[in-house]
């Protein structure tokens, strides 16, 4: 009886200084979920995805390419550095009510719904804040599938989860809260939101760390023939023979993805799947195996059909597109999106 009085005691005490502290500081989505809080109502399409969409898709110039069979279409970059598939479900489902009935198309990359973490992502105030119990409980269950895979970490994630989502409920990092909710300031915020808001969320990677960027770009450049070697290897091996070949994504994966367009169908809107031109081959092979899973995806991890976003001048890194590059990419995507709107919901996969 101590006991229960005792739980039921902790968890109004964490409600009440959660509720007191506001909401855990994020990075830069915390500017753009005040943006859409005041503004959402105004966007035809949201785009979600991780660095490679976050730094690589332009809304401006994506939007132009869509104005001849959408006139006045306006889209919003939600992604953010490192969002794999449990955080972006929960991203959606954070930002599908702040929008107004003008929406009607989910752009999202697709990356591996995945109990794979950052190590002490525990401490990581936006990780902490995706760590709801429903996305806890889901990493669980994708711990749990694989268990059997000696190759994994599975233990590890599984326990990193619990202690996530532990940290969440428990208000860990009050401090922090504390000071930001007294000073207006987010020690985590790498940008003004002026500069982030300015393109609808999408950030040149070259402005987003402007100290780090020389360091990346003379770093790719100094061992320029790894990534050399990393693209002939995929110029060698097409596309669909690596997709049939890759592991399957797992039944509760698979369940998710479902799961998710389902409900996003449900809700009337339109999904489609865009794959950003990665390159390492580890993290390509990666997420080749939960692209099995998505139908309806626009494919540009091709070098073959688009060679020109994989040329050594067209990268601030091996993984990510400098600002002309993705100007490129933004303007392909938002005409292959064109072309899936004109056709309807229908139209046949690119992968």
Do not use: C
Not at 151 to 166: C, F, I, P
């Amino acid at each position: 009886m101590l006991l229960l009085a005792a739980l039921v005691a902790f968890g109004a005490t964490t409600v009440v200084v959660g509720r007191l502290l506001g909401p855990i500081p994020g990075d830069e989505l915390d500017d753009k979920f005040a943006h859409l809080e005041q503004f959402g109502h105004e966007y035809n399409a949201l785009i979600l995805g991780a660095s490679g969409t976050f730094h690589g898709i332009d809304p401006v110039v994506f939007d132009a390419q869509l104005e001849a069979v959408r006139p006045g279409w306006k889209s919003f970059n939600l992604g953010a550095r490192g969002m794999l598939g449990l955080e972006t479900d929960a991203v959606l489902r954070r930002a599908l009510p702040l929008m107004g009935e003008r929406l009607e198309l989910v752009v999202l990359e697709p990356k591996p719904f995945h109990p794979w973490t950052y190590r002490g992502a525990d401490e990581i105030a936006r990780v902490q804040r995706w760590h709801t119990p429903r996305q806890t409980w889901r990493a669980l269950l994708l711990s749990l599938e694989h268990a059997l895979d000696r190759e994994t970490n599975s233990l590890r994630w599984a326990w990193q989860h619990v202690r996530t989502g532990a940290r969440r409920i428990g208000n860990y990092g009050s401090g922090e809260r504390l000071m930001a909710g007294l000073t207006g300031a987010n020690p985590l915020r790498f940008v003004e939101p002026e500069t982030l808001l300015e393109r609808r969320g999408y950030l040149p990677i070259e402005t987003f760390e402007p100290p780090d960027a020389p360091r990346r770009r003379r770093r790719f450049t100094e061992d320029l023939s790894a990534y050399q070697a990393a693209v002939a290897g995929m110029l060698q091996t097409p596309i669909e023979p690596v997709l049939q070949e890759t592991l399957p994504i797992g039944a509760i994966a698979g369940d998710l993805v479902a799961g998710q367009r389902a409900w996003l169908e449900g809700l009337g809107l339109q999904v489609l799947y865009l794959m950003p031109p990665y390159v390492r081959r580890g993290q390509f092979e990666q997420i080749l195996d939960a692209a099995r899973g998505y139908p309806a995806v626009i494919q540009f991890a091709d070098p073959d059909r688009f060679l020109e976003l994989f040329e050594p001048a067209a990268r601030l890194d091996a993984q990510h597109l400098n600002a002309a590059a993705a100007a490129r990419l933004s303007e392909l995507a938002g005409q292959a999106v064109a072309e899936r709107l004109a056709a309807g919901p229908n139209a046949e996969s690119e992968q």
